[in-house]
């Protein structure tokens, strides 16, 4: 939504809730000039509601005396729907920096549904409880989610100002391959035309978003095997730990995707199978996931991980053999 049409229906929200507004008071609730107010009017009126403006000192602007908007006609199942998605969103951390987006929506569609169907929904948001914890997020701003989803839809590149970890600032020109939304927080990756590479950027930390100067021509192409979720979370997951890993899967690609999320590593072809690449903070961690998987693998790097997994191997025989040696030790058991 523009940003023009959603202050167009905060206009409406505010002259909802009864009364007379003078052209000043809403100018100041909507961050714009008491111009922009009478334009918005007009532009609701042509909708077909009817505003009524009195002029004069004491004039302003409000809805036909008995004026409401028809209910919201959703089935039991579409209401139902739209509530639990609403709940999920904001358990999951979807906010934009409006954090009180999700609650005022859920209160809109309540407001305009049937009675007793919004009456139902209450009693069940009232009731149900979750067993997953709930996210805080990072809230990224609405214009910049939006302006970034255009551009990714139109292939257009777009010039970001980005803070990285560190505080460092630095301007970008990016072509947007796709928007992720992952552990409460949202990232846009794509080519980044200054480092000649496919990064990625926290949602968050993007201050601005703004249309190419023209400097590239027409729009990008973005490459056929690229898959957006892949690359953000796989790159996420090798960030910061202390040790560098490859390991050779004697299996295929397409068994090892089913049973490794992206979380876990890079997964690529290889001649020997299947090539996974990562970043571990604990080695022996490494060690029982391999072990766990059951198929044969070979440890290209680091060195470090051989040892562990030959220790692992160790403590599992001799676990195997301790209770070997206490079913002998114990004997058949009388009746």
């Known amino acids: 939504m523009t940003r023009p049409t959603a202050r167009v229906l905060a206009m409406l929200e505010l002259l909802q809730a009864g009364g007379q507004h003078t052209a000043g008071d809403l100018a100041a609730r909507l961050g714009v000039d008491e111009r922009t107010v009478r334009r918005y009017a007009e532009h609701l009126t042509d909708l077909g509601i009817p505003v009524q403006a009195q002029r004069g000192r004491y004039g302003g602007y409000r809805l036909s005396p008995g004026y409401k908007l028809p209910p919201l006609m959703l089935t039991d199942d579409e209401a139902l729907a739209v509530a639990l998605g609403l709940r999920a969103a904001e358990r999951a951390g979807l906010a934009t920096t409006e954090h009180a987006a999700t609650a005022s929506a859920l209160a809109k569609v309540s407001r305009v549904l049937p009675r007793t169907l919004a009456r139902r929904l209450d009693n069940l948001l009232l009731s149900a409880r979750f067993t997953t914890p709930a996210h805080a997020g990072s809230p990224a701003g609405a214009d910049t989610l939006l302006d970034l989803a255009g551009a990714a839809q139109a292939r257009r590149t777009v010039v970001i100002d980005y ?58 192409v973005v490459p056929a095997d690229f898959d957006a979720t892949t690359h953000v979370v796989s790159g996420i997951a090798a960030v910061g730990w202390s040790h560098e890993v490859a390991v050779v899967l004697r299996t295929t690609l397409a068994h090892a995707g089913e049973r490794l999320p992206p979380s876990v590593g890079r997964l690529s072809e290889h001649v020997d199978g299947v090539l996974l690449q990562t ?21 290209i790097t680091p060195d470090a991980l051989r040892e562990e997994i030959l220790a692992l191997s160790e403590r599992l025989r001799v676990s195997a053999v301790r209770g070997a040696a206490a079913g002998t030790t114990a004997g058949p058991r009388s009746s």
């Open 279 to 299: 970043r571990v903070e604990h080695l022996d961690g490494m060690a029982r996931m391999l072990a766990g998987l059951g198929w044969d693998f070979e440890v």
């Open 163 to 220: 803070t990285a970890w560190d505080g460092q600032q630095s301007r970008r020109e990016l072509d947007v391959y796709g928007l992720v939304f992952h552990a409460g927080r949202w990232y846009a990756t794509g080519h980044d035309h200054g480092r000649d590479d496919v990064r990625t950027f926290r949602l968050d930390r993007i201050a601005s978003v703004r249309q190419d100067d023209g400097s590239h021509d027409g729009s990008y």
